[in-house]
């Protein structure tokens, strides 16, 4: 394998444990929620929703990072983890720019991070045809 693609991998495997870790501080209500999800959320039944989908999805794309890296033995073919992941790299792109235009500061600081992973999952992606 690549050693840029696994350094890559690893990054993003990295930051998105730190996105679970975030958004469990939400759960336990640590991090106000109304900071996050551009203060739509208006209940803790919301927040509860929204932020145990969130983790659901960090764990799935995590899941499919460590069989994209060989890292893990493949559970879905080689095409269907490259089309997750790049359907993963649109959301990271349109989540980058709804960042910069949110309300607060603290999710507009989030852009940043969205936008490294959207480098990332370009690099990685076109590091591999399959």
Not at 21 to 40: A, D, M, N, Q, R
Not at 102 to 111: G, Q, W
């Amino acid at each position: 394998m690549n050693t840029f693609k696994a350094i890559y991998i690893k990054l993003l495997g990295a930051i998105s444990i730190l996105a679970i870790l975030f958004h469990l501080s939400i759960l336990l209500k640590l991090v106000p929620y109304e900071l996050t999800w551009g203060g739509k959320l208006k209940t803790d039944s919301e927040m509860y929703i929204f932020e145990t989908i969130s983790i659901l999805i960090n764990a799935f794309f995590i899941f499919i990072l460590l069989q994209k890296g060989d890292f893990i033995k493949l559970f879905f073919n080689k095409k269907f983890v490259s089309v997750i992941l790049w359907i993963f790299f649109a959301i990271f792109v349109f989540n980058t720019i709804g960042n910069f235009f949110a309300e607060t500061t603290f999710e507009k600081a989030f852009a940043i991070v969205t936008l490294v992973n959207s480098v990332l999952l370009w690099k990685i992606n076109r590091a591999t045809s399959g």
